[in-house]
């Protein structure tokens, strides 16, 4: 699994790219967009420390459904792609729960907010 260091303003991945990849926020924040750099933008979330995202892609081989951005300097990730999530999976099970926790919240929300 691969580190990977972004600073302020950097694109991690797009709305609409193919999705091979999760990652896992291990310092710095990130900014999950709808539509980034257009006049409908939309700021979904911020993730930070801990934290995952991509993984809807990675699991479902669907395209990106939004744009990622680092919001700080020194923004370190772990990369984990499709090839290795297996040994993720197997190497830190808590994450995994973590992942599932988090699916679990987006999936609760989305459902609540159609109910409004």
């Given at each position: 699994m691969e580190m990977k260091v972004y600073n302020t303003n950097e694109i991690i991945?797009?709305?609409g790219d193919a999705g091979?990849?999760?990652?896992y926020v291990l310092a710095g924040k990130v900014?999950?967009?709808?539509d980034?750099?257009?006049?409908?933008?939309?700021?979904l979330t911020e993730l930070c420390e801990q934290q995952f995202f991509g993984e809807m892609s990675l699991l479902n081989n669907e395209v990106r459904s939004a744009t990622v951005v680092a919001l700080e300097d020194d923004t370190c990730?772990?990369?984990?792609?499709?090839a290795n999530?297996?040994?993720?999976?197997?190497?830190y099970p808590e994450k995994v729960f973590a992942i599932m926790q988090q699916l679990s919240e987006r999936l609760r929300r989305a459902t609540s907010s159609k109910k409004d």
């Open positions: 991945l797009k709305q091979e990849s999760m990652f900014g999950v967009y709808l980034y750099g257009t006049s409908s933008e939309k700021k990730l772990q990369e984990i792609s499709e999530f297996k040994d993720f999976c197997m190497e």
